[in-house]
């Protein structure tokens, strides 16, 4: 299945072509994922326009500061998962291990956050609608629907970053071995792909979530 | 070399940006722009997934292909937000066809005494 000799498979010409292939093929794969969020997207957006306050209150009882150091600790990983990327193309392993290494750290650093600081609080407090939801402010049904949308896109992203996180613990034990070079890295470099992507979809559920209520 | 490898300080340079951009969109959700709120947010988002897009993904340097990819799946999420949005908002804006009340009055007498 593995044939560790050929770096262009039978199937192409060239590289050149193989390399595209793989980046072309990993861009129609984030499209979908595009059209997967963009539906909660535009919930969301439907929503909030017809419940502005009740999602504004909503918006209000998330932790913005944690949400920006979560956003800073995902863009730092960004950047590791990019110097990976670099490690690998210049044929770097040892840089390539330790690099794959600190993106996963700062991944499971923001899962931890998010999982045992950020929901353990929200669940304490009663934001969970259906589990434990005691808030009983004004607009609470619409506070409970913005925090329908608040758990289950931060959830589904959550997910992805699970699932990156398996990813890249098979691409470290295939560096670990030595399986990439300058010559074969399309593994790493579609991988990165997919991380920064994820990276992206943070970029905009953090000021939607938590920054788009009055504080003032 | 086939693909292109970037210069390594190009990745801190974006590094830092979207640092900045992140601490800025935080301190200014802080302050009161009415209106302008949201579109500062989305503005310096869309910014934010720009750079990471453009020199993290490495679209910059990629063939033409990828980037179509990606402005078809724009193309396609900003019809479904659009649509689904015009249709939402124009509901008080335009009256439902009478025949729609008959036929609800048919199969949901209830529903008709309430209206819409």
Redesign the interface.
Known sequence: MHNSQAVVAEQFDDRVQQHEAASLGMWIFLATEIMFFGGLFTGYTVYRNLYTTAFETGSHLLNARIGALNTAILIASSLTMALAVHSAQTGKRAKLIFFIISTMCLGAAFLLIKFFFEWTHDYAEGFVPGLHFTYAGPHASHVALFMCFYFIMTGVHALHMVAGEGVLTVLLIMAWRGRFNQERYNAIEMMGLYWHFVDIVWIFLFPLLYLLGARF | M??H??P?KI??F??VA??VL??L??RI????LGQW??VV??L??VC??SL??A????LRW??S??RL??F???F??SI??SL??GD??SRHVLPQPQSWHAAAAITNPSATAQGR
Do not use: G, P, R
């Not at chain 2, 959700?29 to 009161?32: K, Q, R």
């Open positions: 086939s693909e490898i970037a390594l990745y801190f974006v590094f979207l640092m992140t601490l969109t935080w959700s802080y302050i009161d709120n949201t947010a989305l310096i988002a934010k997934a990471v897009a020199f993290f993904m490495h990629s063939a292909v990828m990819v990606l078809a799946a724009i396609w999420l479904l937000i689904t949005i939402i908002f």
